[in-house]
DNA sequence: CTGTTTACCTGGGGGC
DNA sequence: TGCCCCCAGGTAAACA
């Protein structure tokens, strides 16, 4: 599940790679994916080439030099990786971008849940998605702010509110609440802003470092899994690395939610 | 405001 | 081997 450290390990693998590329070709194998409002994909990047490749929260945004605007989203399973060997698409290869170097940029996604948007020029990227400030960037003035807005909120679905904070998901709201040594239900209101955002930045720039967490699908952009899985101390654990204790499974803001009840204050079942 | 449920999809795993 | 059911969890939309 790509969340914001897999996001910005796949762009700064990509900048490297492909920016000023010429983009020679474009295969659209299943449409559903695109949403260029009746234009076409391919004709609009054909000898083209990306002039930047920005994320914001679990988004990517792609621009080119002729001005047109892409955001891309993998939702739950999209893979976005680079080949430059002979590769043959399977069934869940949707998108190839065939570069004039012989680089091929391959989107893959088993649920289709993911999305290549063409966006006007009028406005910013942040206009067209829909998503609050980023968790990486946010200062602690913005999430005092937003703590002070949603006090009543429980810290997890807090964290994964996109609208509120950009880039946390599943996995990462699990390991900060318990970073935090906190029960994941505990409300925002009760924590503290300060120690709130230095675990957030703390995680995601540890999990970034470590390239990502692959627990399922996710690869980086040179097609390798993350290494952050084994840096995990809740998230799909067993027991806690820090007391022994079993990790409890609950359901929390609708997500399957991993517990130490004995380190994380306030737990209840 | 808060919360829950459903839909979008496919594959993997458990039970039998 | 295979079938049925549940589960994985990012987001939007519908609803309480």
């Known amino acids: 599940m790509p969340e914001l450290p897999e996001v910005e390990t796949i762009v700064r693998g990509l900048r490297q790679a ?89 989107y893959r996604d088993i649920r289709k849940f993911g999305r290549w948007t063409v966006v ?11 998503a609050g400030t980023d968790a990486l960037t ?14 009543a909120r429980k810290l997890k679905a807090f964290l994964l509110d996109q609208l509120l904070l950009a880039g946390i998901g599943n996995i990462y709201a699990d390991e900060i609440c318990f970073a935090l040594e906190l ?11 300060g120690k709130l955002l230095d675990t957030i930045r703390a995680i995601l720039k540890l999990a970034i470092k470590h390239k990502g967490t692959s627990v399922s699908d996710y690869l980086t952009s040179r097609g390798a899994k993350g290494n952050f899985q084994n840096l995990l101390k809740v998230y799909k654990q ?32």
């Open 18 to 106: 492909v920016l000023k590329k010429k983009i020679k070709k474009t295969d659209v194998y299943f449409p559903g994916i695109v949403v260029a409002r009746g234009r076409s994909l391919p004709a609009l990047l054909r000898n083209d080439s990306f002039c930047s490749i920005g994320r914001h929260g679990k988004y990517l945004m792609f621009t080119t030099n002729k001005g047109t605007r892409l955001v891309v989203h993998l939702r739950m399973t999209g893979q976005l990786f680079l080949t430059d060997k002979v590769y043959r698409p399977d069934k869940h290869v949707h998108l190839l971008l065939t570069f004039g170097n012989g680089q091929r940029l391959i």
């Open 120 to 130: 006007p020029p009028e406005k910013e990227f942040r206009h067209y998605i829909n």
């Open 138 to 151: 946010i200062n602690i003035n913005e999430l005092k702010t937003l703590i002070k807005e949603h006090p």
């Open 183 to 193: 029960d994941p239900e505990t409300p925002v209101g009760k924590v503290n802003g």
């Open 238 to 269: 067993k027991f806690c690395p820090e007391c022994g204790a079993k990790i409890v499974r609950k359901k929390v803001a609708g997500r399957s939610s991993h517990v130490c009840p004995k380190c994380q204050k306030g737990y209840k079942k």
